[in-house]
C-alpha cells in the first residue's frame, strides 16, 4: 500500500467527506466539484501519477472496472417491457435527442477545429454526448422539481452512455487500425463483427443466466442478503471477462448484461442495482479525483478561445436543441423543455471514455479534442452543481401545474 499513496490519499478524503456528506448536500457543492478541485489542488504536490499521465499503472485497471460497473448498472435501469412500447420522455431523448446532439456536436466542431481530423472530431463529439444526472444531484433528488421530468433526466442519464458506447467504440477502433498498418481490411472487418456480436449475445447470456439463478435461489432461501448484493460485481466482471475472451467487446457485453438481467423480481433486481451503485460511487469519486490530477493539467495549456466557445456550445445549443426538438408535442411546456436541456450534465461517463481513448490511441494528435473534453467537463461540474438546487426551486411557485 505504501507503494500506491494515491489509494490512501483517496482513502482519507472519503472518510472525511463522508463524515460531513449530508450536510454537503445543503449546499450547493456536490462531491464531483469536492473531488475535482482536491485533484487539481493535489497536483501542485507533485504525484508521481501526475508525470506519468493516464497510462500510469493504476489508471486502467480503475478506468476499465469503473466503466464496466457504471455501465452493468445503466443496464439493469433499462426496463425492456416498456423501452419500445412507450412514447415516453426519455425514449424521445435518447432516440431522437441523442443521435441530434452527436450530429450537432460534430458539426459545429468542424468549422472551429479544421486542423483536427474527421474522425477525432466525431470522436469528440460522441464522447460528449452521453449526460450525468449525478453533477446536479438535487435535481432528481428535490420534490419541488416534477416528478415527471425527475424521472426523465434520471433514466436518460442511466441510458445514454450505454447507447454511445457501441459508435465510440467503432470510432476508436477505426482510429487504432489507421495507426497499424500491419492490420489488413479483413482483419478490421472480422475484428469488429466479433466485438460487435459476441459482446452482446456473451453478455445477455450471462446476465440473463446469472440473473434466473439468483431469483431461484432466492426463492429457495439458498443466497443471503449480502451475496444477493454482490451479484452485482460478480456479473458485470464475469460478462466483461468471457466476452473478452472469446472475442467481443466487454464493455457492451457488461451493459447488455444488465438490460438482459434474468430476474423477474422488483426487490431482488433492486438490491442487486442498489448495491452496484453504492460500490460504483468508490471508483467514481476516485476517477473525478483523477480527472482533477491527471487530464486538467495536461490539457489545460491548450485551452484557447475556439476550445471555451465549443465548450460553453457544448453545454447549451449543442443540447439543448436536440431536446427541444425531441421533446416538441410532447406536452411539456417551455419552461420544462428548457429545464430538462440545460441539465444534461457532462460527467463520468465522458471522463472514462476519454481516458479510454487516451490509453488506447495515446495523446500525441489528440490534444485538441482532449483540451475540448476536458474543459467541457469541468464546466458542467461546477456549472450544473452549483445551478442545481436554485434553477429546482424555479417549479416550486407553479408546482400545481406540473404535479401530473
Partial sequence: MHDHPLIVFMAAIILVYGIVSKRAEKTIFTAPMIFVLIGLLAGFFGFELLYQGPKAQLVKPIAEFT????????????DRSKLFAEKSIPIRLLFIGLPLTMILGFMAAIPLFPQVGILPILLMALILAPTDAALGQAVVTSDKVPLNIRQSINVESGLNDGFALPPI?????????????SYDFSYWSTFIIKQFLFGPIIGGFVGWLAGIMIEKASKADWISHTYQMLASIAIAVLSYF??????????????VAGVMLGTQTEIIREKIREFGEAEAQIFIMFIFLLFGLLLVPMSYSNWDWKVLL??????????????????????LDIKSIAFIGWFGPRGIASVLYLLMAVIQLGSEGYETIIAVISLTVLLSIFLHGITAVPFSKLFEKNKSLYSK
Fill in 169 to 181: 467504440l467503432i470510432c476508436m477502433a477505426i482510429l487504432s487500425e489507421k495507426s497499424n498498418a
Fill in 242 to 255: 468471457l466476452a473478452e475472451t472469446f472475442g467481443g467487446n466487454g464493455f457492451i457485453a457488461a451493459f
Fill in 67 to 78: 466503466l464496466i460497473l457504471v455501465l452493468f448498472i445503466d443496464g439493469t435501469t433499462v
Fill in 310 to 331: 465549443y465548450a460553453i456550445l457544448s453545454l447549451t445549443l449543442i443540447r439543448m436543441a436536440p431536446v427541444a426538438l425531441s421533446l416538441y408535442g410532447s406536452g
